[in-house]
């Protein structure tokens, strides 16, 4: 399990330093309020991500953690409390970013592919005999890990405008950091781990039993990563406006 923690590890400090997300608070106001608009197009389709891999999951212990997580994107019963959604666009109007821009913003080809590719990892995960291990790796790292890296990044470059008088105004970004974040490894979660990378996590270890699951875990990680990257490499062109460096080294090989 060290291993499989060490893996997952390089990979997200890979993610990390990817020259977009590590270089966010150089960009000009312009790119970075297209990256935003871009990155909403992704949170979009997060619910009927979920939705796709609770569907396919048979593990009924991994569909109840999943079924909790979806449920929390629309939280109250009675209509009186905002969903997720809307405090992204909360967010996004408090940066400056109005309806109309909103309203005009288009998926770019790049971004329609990062949503077609996760839908297609999960829809393949599906089919698997492994399934189980496949979907829920990939809810946990697509969904959770990588999302609190990003928008840990993009705090950077955030959080001195929606930070009032020493008071955290993000509703949606900043809550979201915190809450999808790996805290522990796979091999040490606490009894009632706290955040939902940590609660899928109590289930990905459970099905990594032997050196065939772990190289599955590793592959879908894998896999995962290079969508997220991909999506941000569109967004390098806005390093050379800005006179910031691209470090090619950094973009997913293969």
């Known amino acids: 399990m060290h291993d ?17 997300l590590a270089q966010v608070a150089g960009l000009a106001e312009a790119d970075f309020a297209e990256l935003l608009l871009q990155r909403r197009f ?37 209509g009186g409390v ?30 329609l592919h990062a949503v077609n590719e ?12 492994d399934s189980d291990l496949r979907i829920l790796t990939v809810l946990r790292f697509w969904g959770e890990v990588l999302v ?4 840990t990044r993009l705090w950077e470059r955030m959080a001195r405008r ?10 949606f970004y900043h809550p979201h950091l915190l809450h999808d974040a790996k805290t522990a490894p796979l091999a040490g979660l606490a009894a009632e781990p706290g955040t ?19 190289a599955v875990f590793a592959e879908l990680e894998e896999r995962a990563y290079r969508i997220k990257a991909e999506f941000y490499d569109q967004f390098r062109p806005a390093l050379d406006r800005a006179g910031l460096s691209d470090l090619a080294g950094s973009r997913p090989q293969g």
Request: net charge negative; glycine share 6%; no cysteine.
């Open 118 to 129: 996760t839908f297609a990892l999960v829809a393949d995960a599906g089919g698997r005999p």
């Open 42 to 78: 992704l949170s979009l389709a997060f619910t009927p991500v979920y939705d796709l891999a609770i569907d396919l999951l048979q593990d009924e212990q991994g569909r109840r953690i999943a079924r909790v997580i979806l449920r929390e994107e629309y939280p109250g019963r009675s």
């Open 162 to 171: 929606l930070t009032v008088e020493g008071e955290n105004r993000s509703v």
């Open 4 to 20: 499989v923690d060490q893996f997952e590890d390089a990979l997200v400090e890979r993610f990390r330093r990817h020259p977009v």
């Open 196 to 214: 939902h990378a940590d609660a899928l996590a109590a289930r990905v270890a459970a099905l990594l039993v032997d050196e065939r699951s772990t």
């Open 148 to 151: 609190s890296v990003e928008y």
């Open 82 to 111: 905002p969903s997720h959604r809307e405090d992204m666009t909360e967010d996004l109007r408090r940066l400056g970013i109005g309806n109309e821009r909103i309203a005009a913003s288009r998926p770019t080809a790049a971004t």
